[in-house]
């Protein structure tokens, strides 16, 4: 089993920045891709971005792309959510999921483990 853990969310005002942080830990191995997802109130979990197992591929959800960047470091089993000039529609729970297989990949279905989430407001 892995153990995901949020942190990093909170209250900021639009054009701030955020930084959420996902430690993994239990029966990591470091070779799975890692992707960050977000619920608003009332809508379907989407996709924001993933990364794989290296860290050297990439990719973003349309919505974010340009302003949230994604990067892990296998050393300390984190991976990170740069989020800039936030948006009042950015406001969502983020969640943290592990897949398992190698690659970055927006498909919901590879993820098999997920974080409890943490909550970003941006206020307009």
């Known amino acids: 089993q892995v153990q995901l853990a949020e942190s990093g969310g909170g209250l900021v005002q639009a054009g701030a920045s955020l930084r959420l942080s996902c430690a993994a830990s239990?029966?990591?191995?470091?070779?799975?891709?890692m992707g960050w997802f977000r619920q608003a109130p009332g809508k379907e979990r989407e996709f924001v971005a993933a990364?794989?197992?290296?860290?050297?591929?990439?990719t973003y959800a349309d919505s974010v792309k340009g302003r949230f960047a994604i990067s892990r470091d296998n050393a300390k089993n984190t991976v990170y959510l740069q989020m800039n000039s936030l948006k009042p529609e950015d406001t969502a729970v983020y969640y943290c999921?592990?897949?398992?297989?190698?690659?970055?990949?927006?498909?919901?279905?590879?993820?098999?483990?997920w974080g409890q989430g943490t909550q970003v407001t941006v206020s307009s």
């Open positions: 239990g029966r990591t191995n470091n070779r799975d891709g």
């Open positions: 999921a592990a897949t398992v297989v190698p690659i970055a990949t927006s498909r919901r279905a590879l993820y098999r483990y």
């Open positions: 990364v794989n197992w290296s860290g050297g591929d990439t």
